[in-house]
């Protein structure tokens, strides 16, 4: 498909295991995005990759979040040791540059649940 | 800190209404305000975006009305249809580099 594919589209798992999301972005777009959506709650930044430039972690909530974006392409946000309060969709989304100009398009979500 | 606020957090209009949806920020570095809509198990998709040197932008039936030195913005839907129930959300960013959202309106339009 031509969108943002995410997987798993869902994902239980135990307290204190550790998981790996992964986001497909577009192809040819250099910047990529990851948020996490809380119920109820609006989009929360993660982390942000432009092109071959340092990503910006500034949204990270904790030294447990971890992202890795390989080839300028395909992204893996890992979560060590998990807890409840992991539990909410990451969402991811990439654009063209990250550009202002450049729309964000969004993938359907991996929606995490911590038992 | 919320840097984007958004009001109502639900809404329900008769289809035909104009629902309106309110944001408002503080920082004056922000150069790009998107709105975005999201259907449930979907992720959400831009709708329409406007610069700060323009007061107002239509697209279709969707309009964004935007105030500078209020700092606010709104969104207008003209001839809401049952099709328009979704989550709204109002976002800001500045370079493009991170974006801030609103925590999202959900909107029901009634046949």
């Known amino acids: 498909g031509a969108g943002v594919s995410q997987s798993p589209s869902n994902k239980v798992t135990e307290k204190g295991k550790d998981v790996e999301l992964r986001c497909d972005p577009i192809?040819?777009?250099?910047?990529l995005y990851w948020y996490r959506q809380s119920l109820g709650q609006g989009l929360e930044f993660l982390i942000y990759f432009q092109g071959n430039s340092a990503p910006d972690k500034s949204g990270l909530p904790s030294d447990r979040f971890s992202a890795e974006r390989t080839g300028g392409s395909v992204s893996t946000l890992t979560i060590q040791r998990t807890q409840q309060e992991d539990s909410a969709v990451y969402l991811c989304a990439s654009s063209l540059y990250g550009d202002s100009n450049q729309p964000q398009h969004f993938g359907d979500g991996t929606r995490l649940s911590i038992l | 800190q919320q840097q984007v606020k958004q009001s109502p957090q639900s809404l329900i209009v008769q289809k035909g209404g104009i629902p309106i949806i309110n944001c408002a920020y503080e920082n004056t570095a922000f150069d790009y305000f998107p709105w975005y809509q999201q259907f449930p198990g979907k992720g959400p998709a831009l709708l329409i975006a406007i610069r700060p040197d323009v007061s107002e932008k239509k697209e279709g039936r969707f309009t964004i009305s935007f105030n500078k030195s209020a700092k606010q913005f709104s969104l207008h839907i003209m001839d809401s249809q049952p099709g328009d129930s979704a989550t709204y959300f109002c976002a800001a960013s500045k370079g493009g580099n991170q974006f801030y959202f609103g925590t999202g309106t959900s909107l029901t339009v009634i046949p």
């Open positions: 192809s040819g777009h250099t910047a």
